[in-house]
């Protein structure tokens, strides 16, 4: 991850594929006879240390450039135990002029909803999208997201 901070100073926050939820996910399942630990070894082989600008990375792991994450306020409390916060933060990372991208090199296991499980997942989205939007930001589709990536 460190290497995607060295190789563009205008990078401020590093996010690995996963097979988790999100941006980020590279695959919903394990590919047959593959496990977190084989599918990072095979990704790893043909993997690049290659970054793809994204506008908002996954909540569960990423990094951030040190300097950035005082100055720029840290993670709303507000938000509370989860959800939006990563979102809003990488908002404010991006009006300051820094990049949001995904390393296509890093691979990180998701467990999925292993933190709050399904039902209390379902009522923390619901109630930081309302925040989150309360504070002005907006909530891309899909499809915007990836025009916008298009076009960098």
């Known amino acids: 991850m460190l290497y995607s901070f060295r190789q563009d100073e205008a990078i401020g926050v590093v996010n690995p594929v996963s097979d988790g ?7 919903k399942y394990f590919p047959p006879g593959h496990n977190s630990i084989s599918l990072a070894k095979e990704i790893s082989k043909i993997a690049t240390e290659a970054t793809i600008c994204i506008y908002n990375a996954c909540g569960f792991y990423f990094a951030i450039k040190r300097l950035l994450f005082n100055p720029l306020g840290q993670f709303d409390e507000l938000y509370g ?10 908002m404010r990372i991006l009006s300051h002029g820094y990049r949001v991208v995904l390393n296509e090199g890093l691979f990180i296991h998701h467990h999925c909803e292993g933190s709050f499980g399904e039902q209390r997942r379902a009522r923390l989205i619901k109630k930081t999208k309302h925040f989150f ?17 298009k076009s960098h």
């Open 21 to 27: 939820k999100g941006w980020s996910r590279i695959c």
């Open 81 to 90: 135990h989860g959800y939006h916060e990563e979102a809003d933060f990488c």
């Open 133 to 149: 939007i309360s504070m002005g930001n907006q909530i891309s589709s899909l499809q915007e997201v990836l025009e916008k990536r």
